[in-house]
C-alpha cells in the first residue's frame, strides 16, 4: 500500500517559493536550486523558478492573490500540470491552491516522499516510507476525500451511520497501527543483531544527500553499494565487517542522506535505521567539497544529528569531491580532525584508514 503522490504522466512543473525579505531571497533561491534536482530525480521536469517576496504567510493560499493569479496564467500559458511548493503547505492551503489554479498542487515534503517511495527496495524501507506517507496524509483527509462525507444508503449500509470519510480515516489509522507493530518487530530483530556486533568497532558514515557516501563506503569496504549522481540513491542501511586490509574487525554503515526540510515523518519512519548512527563508536561525516552550498550542507546534517541525538558521537570530518575542487580549505570545527579525499579516485583514503584504525585500537584497549 505504497502511496504514489507524485506520478502521473510526465510533470512539468513550476517551482514556487516565498522569501521573507530581499535580504533572504538569495537564500531561497539556493533552496529552490535543490526543489529543482529534486523535481529532477522524481521524473518531472522544471518549466521555471518563481519566488514571492512577502513579510507575511497568506493563511488561506500561501502566497498572495495577485501571486497566484500570476501562477494560474502561467500555468494556462505553458501548459503546465503541477505546481510545487518549496516549504510545507496546510491542507487547507493545498485545497484552495488546486481550486484557484486548475492544477495539481504539492510541496517539496510530498516530493521528497514520493522519491523515497519509488527508490525504497527492501521490506523495512517500503514499510518506513508507507508509514511516513499515511501519516502525513491522514490530516488531509477531509479535503481529499470531501466527496465521500455523505451516508450510503441501501443493503449493507445500515449501521452506526459512518460516512465514507470516517471510514477512510479509521482504515488509515488501522494500517498506521498495523505498519507499526510490523517495524516495532524488525526494530527488535535489528536490536538482536546490534548487541552481537556491540563488541566490534562500528562506524557510520552520515551526511548530505548526494555527498558520496557510498562511493566512500565502497572505497572502504571494497563493496559495491549501488552509486549515482542523484539524490537518495541511498534509503537502506548497508553494513559489512571488514577485516580484510585492517588489523581488526570493524564494521562499517552505508546510511540514507538528510536533506534540509526532511518532511519529519520520514524521520520518525526512519528512526530505527537511522540507529545505525545512534550505535556507531565514529561517525564520518561526509561533505561535498564542491558544493557551494557547503556550509549549510553541514549545518543541516549536524541539524538532523542532533534530532536523533547522535551529536555526542565521535566524528571525522571528510571533505569528499576534492578531485573537484583542489583548492579547497577545510571549514573550521573544534571538535573534529578533517580529511580531503576523493572517494572516487582514491585520494586521502589511505590516511583516513589509518585515523580509523587508530581509533577502532582505542576502543579494543578497554
Not at 526543489?35 to 522544471?46: H, N, R
Request: hydrophobic share 40%; glycine share 4%; proline share 2%.
Amino acid at each position: 500500500m505504497v502511496i504514489e503522490y507524485a506520478k502521473a504522466e510526465k510533470e512539468n512543473a513550476i517551482l514556487v517559493a516565498v522569501a521573507a525579505s530581499t535580504r533572504v531571497k538569495q537564500d531561497v533561491e539556493n533552496s529552490l536550486d535543490e526543489l529543482k534536482m529534486l523535481t529532477i530525480s522524481s521524473g518531472a521536469k522544471v518549466a521555471e523558478k518563481r519566488i514571492q517576496v512577502r513579510q507575511r504567510i497568506n493563511p488561506a493560499l500561501y502566497i498572495g492573490k495577485g501571486f497566484a493569479e500570476q501562477l494560474k496564467e502561467a500555468v494556462t500559458s505553458e501548459v503546465c500540470n503541477c505546481i510545487i511548493f518549496d516549504d510545507t503547505l496546510t491542507p487547507a492551503q493545498q485545497r484552495n491552491l488546486e481550486e484557484k489554479l486548475e492544477a495539481k498542487v504539492i510541496d517539496r515534503a510530498i516530493l521528497i516522499l514520493d522519491i523515497f517511495a519509488s527508490r525504497a527496495r527492501t521490506a523495512a524501507s517500503r514499510l518506513q516510507v508507507e508509514l511516513a506517507q499515511l501519516e502525513y496524509t491522514l490530516p488531509r483527509l477531509t479535503g481529499a476525500w470531501v466527496h465521500f462525507s455523505r451516508q450510503y444508503g441501501g443493503i449493507g449500509a445500515k449501521g452506526p451511520g459512518e460516512t465514507q470519510l470516517e471510514i477512510d480515516r479509521r482504515q488509515v489509522r488501522a494500517r498506521i497501527s498495523h505498519l507499526k507493530k510490523k517495524l516495532e518487530k524488525l526494530d527488535k530483530q535489528r536490536e538482536t543483531q546490534r548487541k552481537k556486533r556491540h563488541h566490534q568497532f562500528n562506524v557510520a558514515l552520515v551526511g548530505y544527500t548526494n555527498a558520496g557516501k557510498s562511493t566512500l563506503f565502497n572505497r572502504l569496504t571494497k563493496s559495491e553499494v549501488k552509486t549515482a549522481n542523484m539524490l537518495f540513491t541511498t534509503l537502506d542501511s548497508t553494513t559489512r565487517i571488514m577485516s580484510s586490509g585492517y588489523p581488526c574487525r570493524i564494521l562499517f554503515s552505508d546510511t540514507v542522506g538528510f536533506i534540509k526540510k526532511l518532511p519529519h515523518q520520514l524521520i520518525e519512519s526512519f528512526k530505527s535505521t537511522l540507529e545505525e548512527v545512534k550505535q556507531a563508536d565514529l561517525l564520518l561525516h561526509v561533505a561535498d567539497s564542491s558544493d557551494v552550498d557547503i556550509e549549510e550542507r553541514v549545518a543541516q546534517t549536524k541539524k538532523v544529528l542532533s534530532e536523533i541525538k547522535a551529536d555526542k558521537i565521535p566524528h571525522l570530518m571528510v571533505y569528499n569531491k576534492i578531485d573537484k575542487n583542489h583548492d579547497f580549505e577545510p571549514l573550521p570545527e573544534n571538535d573534529s580532525k578533517d580529511f580531503k579525499i576523493s572517494a572516487i579516485k582514491g585520494t586521502g583514503i589511505n590516511s583516513l584508514q589509518a585515523e580509523i584504525v587508530a581509533r577502532s585500537g582505542r576502543k579494543a584497549e578497554y
